[in-house]
Nanobody, 124 residues
Framework: VELVESGGGLVQAGASLRLSCAAS????????MAWFRQSPGKERAFVASISRAGKSTLYADFAEGRFTISRDNAKNMVYLEMINLKTEDTARYYCAASGVFGLTTSRAGDYANWGQGTQVTVSS
């Protein structure tokens, strides 16, 4: 499965961004999908995940209430809507597809396919 992220950019604190992830295969192959992020010098961190059918979501504590993950299986797309961005949200954001699990999971090891990432920079 190939994953291509888009939508990152440079924004000011308090702004909103919508990240998109285009998958080369349908939900029957990608199954659960997720967003992770990584800042320089830090480990890759879980942001949010969504089940195959999109009925179940899971968020990291920092994302709860500010980020919303969704998917459009008709278009093989996954989105991450981010509002009230903070400087600490600055990171490279990666889309991931499980290919194994249909339900949400926060463990990076449960995702077999990864995109190249899209950079989000939030200035003060």
């Amino acid at each position: 499965v190939e994953l291509v992220e888009s939508g990152g950019g440079l924004v000011q604190a308090g702004a909103s961004l919508r990240l998109s992830c285009a998958a080369s295969k349908p939900a029957s192959d990608t199954l659960a999908m997720a967003w992770f992020r990584q800042s320089p010098g830090k480990e890759r961190a879980f942001v949010a995940s969504i089940s195959r059918a999109g009925k179940s979501t899971l968020y990291a504590d920092f994302a709860e209430g500010r980020f919303t993950i969704s998917r459009d299986n008709a278009k093989n797309m996954v989105y991450l809507e981010m509002i009230n961005l903070k400087t600490e949200d600055t990171a490279r954001y990666y889309c991931a597809a499980s290919g194994v699990f249909g339900l949400t999971t926060s463990r990076a090891g449960d995702y077999a396919n990864w995109g190249q990432g899209t950079q989000v920079t939030v200035s003060s």
